[in-house]
């Protein structure tokens, strides 16, 4: 990741023209940091099968990592959570204005999808990559999942609404990037679809936790605003602090379980980025 680290950094989306402000605003919110885990499981599943195509699957890592981070924008707005602070860093609208920082969310999620078409990869590949970034990332999931949130603020959906809530708008871009890797690597439909449903669970311990920091952490420890949940439907406002706890005790026993099946070469590449994930909840008790 040390590698794909310095390509994005030497690879960010530039528009120069007698803007102001607009191409510096376009790669501040990427340069802030963030954990970088969908390129990761992307890059991991490219490494496991694939590694002589590691170099040519960054661009496609960067499209997700950008695609995330537009929506990541756009839900800092003061129209959805109107937070103040992520990565560590004013928010785009706070540090540049809301117009910016709509346009800004605007590029990056079509930007995304020109590193696919222009990745070193063969046409047929990059149509799939395409085709899954835009579900995914759109009304098969993530905006779909945020539609929901948005909507139902201040109305308690039952459990099984609250899991396809996070299923969409968290899960469903992680498990897409652990398919893309698939894809990349030239792994077949079967093979695309388990890595798939892993990334489902994935994603909805990866939501419970982070519910559980916006709950336990200040803004400043969590880089990003934080206990501002209080109308939404996270899991802790469902099933409380522990039930939380316990419900991601489930969850990365499954996972635990599910990698325990994996061939050696993805495990080995898996485990390094998961480990913090899924040893969390059993520190945090």
């Known amino acids: 990741m040390t ?12 528009a ?13 919110m990427l340069v802030a940091g963030g954990k970088r885990f969908r390129p990761g499981l992307l890059l991991a599943v490219v490494e496991a099968y694939a590694p002589l195509l ?32 992520r990565r560590g860093e004013p928010t785009l609208h706070e540090r540049y204005d809301e117009v910016t920082a709509v346009l800004v969310g605007d590029a990056l999620n079509t930007h995304a999808f020109y590193l696919i078409a222009d990745a070193p990869l063969h046409s047929d590949v990059k149509v799939a990559l395409v085709k899954e970034l835009a ?48 894809i990349v690597a030239g792994l077949d439909e079967k093979a695309q679809q388990k890595l798939f449903d892993f990334g489902l669970d994935l994603g909805l311990l990866f939501q419970i936790q982070d519910d559980i920091i916006d709950a336990t952490q200040s803004s400043e420890d969590a ?7 209080e109308d939404k439907n996270s899991y802790i406002n469902h099933f409380g602090l522990q039930g939380s706890r316990d419900r991601a005790d489930a969850l990365a026993v499954k996972i635990e379980k599910q990698m325990d099946r994996f061939d050696t070469p993805l495990r080995a590449k898996l485990e390094p980025i998961l480990e913090g994930y899924l040893n969390r909840h059993k520190i945090e008790k």
Not at 4 to 12: A, G, I, S
Not at 137 to 154: K, P, R, S, T, Y
Not at 223 to 229: S, Y
Request: aromatic content about 8%; overall charge negative; some cysteine.
């Open 3 to 14: 590698d794909f680290e310095e390509y994005l950094r030497k690879h960010l989306p530039s």
């Open 16 to 28: 120069p023209s007698f803007h102001p402000i607009f191409d510096e605003a376009l790669g501040a």
């Open 54 to 85: 590691l170099q040519s699957a960054y661009p496609v890592a960067m499209a997700v990592e950008m695609l995330h981070t537009y929506s990541l924008i756009h839900d800092d707005l003061p129209v959805m959570d109107d937070a103040d602070l």
């Open 135 to 182: 579900y995914s990332g759109g009304i098969g999931g993530m905006v779909l999942g945020q539609a929901i949130d948005c909507h139902f603020e201040g109305e308690k959906l039952t459990p099984k609404q609250v899991d396809f809530l996070h299923e969409y708008k968290t899960g469903r871009l992680i498990a897409a990037s652990l398919k893309m890797g698939a």
């Open 223 to 229: 880089g990003k605003t934080t206990g501002n949940d």
